[in-house]
């Protein structure tokens, strides 16, 4: 088959997914074979590629926003041609302590899709029966592959923050998780205050009801009860802290952050202000955002690229050049 496959980590300037042959999957028992319809590109992939994160394997195929059509290993509840999804978290242990809490996203060994084992920027990919979550008919390939990942830990950056309906939430950053979590927090009449650079980018968060949009380093006009971050970039956190009322709540929705500067605690974390990490999700996250998805009929903004293109997929989203999310498409996809 047909894959894009990590060489060894660098900046993505210097194309380091080779698109070629390789090997098909060969099915384990409780497993099944998809035959990849459409991968979303997700920030964490390009912290893969260009070694943020740590390489686990290497020739790792990335991407965990998977879109596939079961082909091997049908069972009666997962009968073959069915359509399913496959997230970031791609098996846990079941058995550690956080697991046997009900915490699997924070599992002492979990698995993950596109990093410790083989993704979907691919023609076919192996999951664990287990992990896969049945996608709703109307809801179109291209359109479920973002909810996958931007869509689901979104939603748990918004559980962790603790968003109550009608408050006063900030978006900072305005990426592919933003621009889906915006419509749920609309759906909960909460009021939404994004800073983030680029003008395309202020557009779209205006155009999708944000009350209030600014720069990047622009603070809300109000104090805000939320805030979730959605860059790298430790000074974002701390312009985020610095916009919370007492007893707010901010939830850093990245898997990797350049650094956190020295900051004051009287004046930004003192008054019971909260600053939390969002990390992996569970599979309830992404069977309650699923049903979600569809009872508010979320639809991203996506950008297709072919699976030859994965290098410039992945360039167009460090350079926030896609308005809303990326998607790749194996070849024979494209309609
Ligand atoms: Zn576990
Ligand atoms: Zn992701």
Redesign the pocket.
């Known amino acids: 088959m047909k894959a894009a496959v990590l060489t060894s980590p660098q900046p993505v300037s210097q194309r380091p997914l080779r698109i070629t042959e390789v090997a098909d999957p060969q099915l384990k028992p409780g497993q099944v074979l998809l035959r990849v319809r459409a991968c979303g590109v ?4 390009l912290h893969i590629v260009e070694g943020d994160l740590p390489p686990k394997e290497s020739g790792m195929i990335p991407g ?2 998977i879109v596939g059509e079961v082909v091997g290993g049908a069972t009666k509840e997962i009968p073959s041609g069915s359509r399913v999804g496959v997230c ?1 978290l791609g098996g846990t242990d079941g058995t550690c302590s956080y697991c046997k809490r009900g915490q699997e996203n924070l599992c002492d060994a979990p698995t993950f899709t596109g990093y410790s084992v083989a993704g979907g920027y691919a023609e076919y990919v192996l999951a664990r029966s287990d992990f896969i979550f049945p996608l709703p008919t109307a809801l179109d390939d291209l359109y479920a592959a973002p909810l996958l ?2 869509g689901i ?1 979104g939603f748990r950056s918004l559980r962790v923050a603790g968003v109550e309906p009608g408050e006063r939430v900030g978006l900072f950053g305005f990426g592919a998780s933003a621009h889906l979590a915006i419509v749920v927090l609309r759906s909960w009449k909460c009021e939404v205050y994004v800073s983030t650079r680029g003008k395309s980018h202020r557009d779209l968060a205006a155009s999708l009801g944000a009350l209030w949009v600014g720069s990047e380093t622009e603070k809300p006009p109000v104090e805000l009860d939320r805030a979730i971050t959605f860059a790298p970039s430790g000074d974002v956190v701390i312009a985020a802290l610095a916009s919370l009322r007492k007893g707010g709540v901010v939830a850093i929705n990245a898997i990797h952050l350049d650094r956190i500067p020295q900051f004051d605690y009287d004046g930004l974390l003192w008054g019971e202000r909260q600053l939390r990490s969002v990390t992996n999700m569970t599979r309830a996250d992404a069977r309650d955002f699923l049903a979600l998805a569809a009872e508010i009929n979320l639809k991203p903004k996506v950008t297709v690229f072919p699976l030859d293109q994965a290098n410039e997929a992945l360039i167009a989203v460090k350079n926030d050049a896609v308005d809303g999310a990326a998607v790749i498409v194996p070849a024979g996809r494209l309609a």
Request: hydrophobic share 30%.
């Open positions: 997700c920030r964490t992939d965990h926003q970031w990942c931007a830990i």
